[in-house]
């Protein structure tokens, strides 16, 4: 099954999906699950790919290849790339040459353009990575605003993460000035309910009830773990921006200042200077104690967003990423001390929701001794993803290396994950900041005597 397990099973999650075929890989936004894009992409701008024999002399045929054309040049261009570049050899046990041929079969048959955006993501999904996925031209539009930070989409401004289990989607982050937060919604809210309509359907799958048109009235039946449902009432709106970096001071029992920074993504080039802005705001009355990273629900990004994150509080050479060839790519970062947090004590959360750079910039901090990692096991998922750019404004994401750690370089994370010092499990969607068994147990590691 593509997916990692989160604490409630089967999720459609992150970075993953439980079905193969047409399921989107959109960068969804802020009212939906994180999505596959959420993961490992390399700081050099995407190649694009080299067209096939074929695929270019179709290409130069015509100055406006006809749509049959263009998915000819497309599926021999996406086929090539994964034959070359693609970080495991052995394509995962699957016959290369004979997928090549069965889509093929289904392109000559006909397809229109939607049907055939769902098949080039059906034969990515085939190869059962976890990880390498293909945008349709639109996907990948939207792909483009999102890393920019520019989100922008009608709804209430939340953003979610799937529980089918218990038939809710749970609340990791709150737009600023959206109607939610003008509404009260926090993190770790849960909503059950759009108008009356239950958020999950009867086999587990979100159902798309918080977007809809500007102005439109929108009544949620909302949760608070440990409080009982109440009704929201609501006014759709345009929403832009930045995914938020949350962050919270904290006191221990022994009156220690201790720093709560919550890192849903490395997907948003806005996430390192909001980080270092909530370093600079919550030390500003004080120097902190020590510093809680809460990456449960952190999906993952780029490595420039991830790099600029470590530099906060790691400096030089962390690890090597490696392709098929076993060449080997150093991963560095030069430290930029903010307020003293190069040295601040740390603890950072994980779990299974941690994904990709979330799991690498986990891992990398506990690789370092520089922090003390509590949670759950994460799913491990460390491939490096190169990004191709096609003909159509199409795109796909190619697991193309994996990653080492520099102390500990004969641990795999694709296969173990990242393992905890201290196991603690917690629902998001049970316990609020204050009452998360995993945030008391940083707290404790932080701020005693």
Known sequence: MRAFQPTVAPQIQSNARTFPGPASATPIPPTSTPTATFTPIPTLPPPTATASATATASATATADPTP????????????????????????????????????????????????????????????????????????????????????????????????????????????????AEQAGLKVHDNILAANGEPVVDESGYRRNLLRGPENTSLSVTVQTPGQTPRQVNLTRRQVNGSVPVLYETLTSAQGKRIGYILLTTFADDTIDDQLQAALRAMSAEGPLDGLILDNRQNSGGTDHVTSNALSNFTSGSLGEFTDRHNNMRPFHVVGADINGSLHLPLVVLIGPNTISFGEIFSGVLQDQERAFLIGESTGGNVELLSGFNFDDGSRAWIARETFRPRHNSDQNWEETGIIPNLMVPSNWDEVTLHSDPAVQAAIEHLGGD
Do not use: C
């Not at 046990?93 to 049907?115: C, F, K, M, P, S």
């Open 68 to 179: 049959t054309e263009l998915q000819f040049q497309v599926f021999e261009q996406l086929w090539k790339v994964v034959d070359e570049e693609y970080v495991y050899p052995d394509f995962n046990g699957l016959d290369w040459q004979a997928v090549h041929d069965e889509y093929l079969q289904r392109i000559q048959a006909g397809l229109t353009n939607e049907d055939f955006y769902a098949a080039m993501d059906e034969m990515i999904f085939s190869l059962g990575d976890d990880h390498s996925v293909f945008l349709s031209p639109e996907e990948a539009k939207e792909e483009d605003s999102e890393f920019a930070g520019q989100n922008s989409y009608v709804g209430i401004g939340v953003l979610t993460v799937l529980v089918p289990e218990r038939k809710l989607v749970t609340i990791i982050a709150v737009f600023p000035g959206s109607p």
